[in-house]
């Protein structure tokens, strides 16, 4: 993508925690955590026109949200801001990816945006500097934006680049709605789970700590798990709702989703360990 496109349509993945452990609750209120950040080819599209004018025009907004909190907005509003640049944009989405299924949804969003104008705008900023102005917008814009496969700790902003193999996987999304402040809260939470080395890590059989809460209060999960426990082992990706299970083969995937509930949402989707929106703008870099 060489020349600059006026109109561009671009892929914003999800993303799933391969595992998920807490390590510790510091005094501001944060938790430090280690995390396996891996990517889908499944997810959102957005489709993002250049103006000469100066507006940031949402084709088509989200219900119940206001224009200034959409994360897709304040992207772009923060990108122009920071590099003074006289240009708008008239972007829409085409929304794939459940709302609070813990499979990054709005952050891969926001960091399509920024990638994606910082690439048609012109304006050059490095993914660093990128990945930077992505964080004040949520913790993790930042993995969306450096479109790697990454090992996360601190509060997530601590990333180190990991190929974890490409499995396929069956991500499923019960029906509830998961509160992240509600499940970082819960007093039975473990908060203390040894700090490892990322080769030990992958070493281990995965988890995620915060499912045995996640299952405690929300029954939809806890069902849905337990119907399918006889096809596959289903594990939390982040604070949830969805689940997932992996696969080496893709077949293997299609049998397992083919026993889903006829009503809940999911898909079959490969892991990626570059992102598919970094594997349509830059494709040199990962050949």
Not at 1 to 22: D, T
Not at 54 to 77: H, S, T
Not at 239 to 247: D, K, P, S
Request: hydrophobic share 40%; glycine share 8%.
């Amino acid at each position: 993508m060489g020349l600059l496109m006026e109109k561009v349509i671009l892929p914003s993945p999800a993303k799933l925690n391969l595992f998920l452990y807490i390590t510790n609750k510091r005094a501001d209120g944060y938790h430090e955590l280690q995390t396996l950040f891996q990517f889908l080819d499944f997810g959102d599209e957005i489709e993002i026109e250049i103006t000469d004018s100066p507006e940031i025009e949402l084709i088509n907004q989200v219900e119940g949200v206001a224009v200034e909190d959409n994360l897709i907005y304040r992207a772009a509003k923060l990108l122009q801001k920071t590099t003074a640049c006289s240009k708008g944009a008239k972007i829409g989405v085409t929304k794939n990816l459940p709302m609070g299924g813990g499979v990054g949804g709005g952050s891969s969003n926001a960091a399509t945006v920024l990638v994606g104008l910082n690439h048609l705008w012109q304006t050059d900023l490095s993914l660093e500097v990128l990945a930077e102005l992505g964080l004040s917008l949520g913790a993790d814009v930042p993995i969306f934006v450096r479109g790697i496969a990454a090992f996360a700790e601190g509060v997530g902003e601590v990333l180190t680049p990991c190929e974890p193999e490409e499995k396929w996987y069956v991500v499923l999304k019960p029906e509830v709605s998961i509160s992240t402040a509600v499940v970082f809260n819960d007093p039975n939470l473990p908060r203390n789970t040894p700090k490892r080395t990322l080769s030990e890590l992958l070493s281990l059989k995965w988890a995620n700590d915060c499912e045995k809460v996640v299952r405690e209060r929300y029954s939809a999960v806890e069902d849905l798990m337990q119907e399918l426990l006889q096809y596959a082992p289903f594990r939390l990706t982040g604070t949830g709702a969805c689940i997932f299970a992996e696969f080496d083969t893709k077949a293997e995937a299609e049998q397992v989703f083919a026993h889903k509930p006829k009503e809940t949402f999911g898909f079959v989707a490969k892991g990626q360990n570059i992102s598919p929106l970094h594997q349509e703008l830059f494709p040199t870099n990962h050949q």
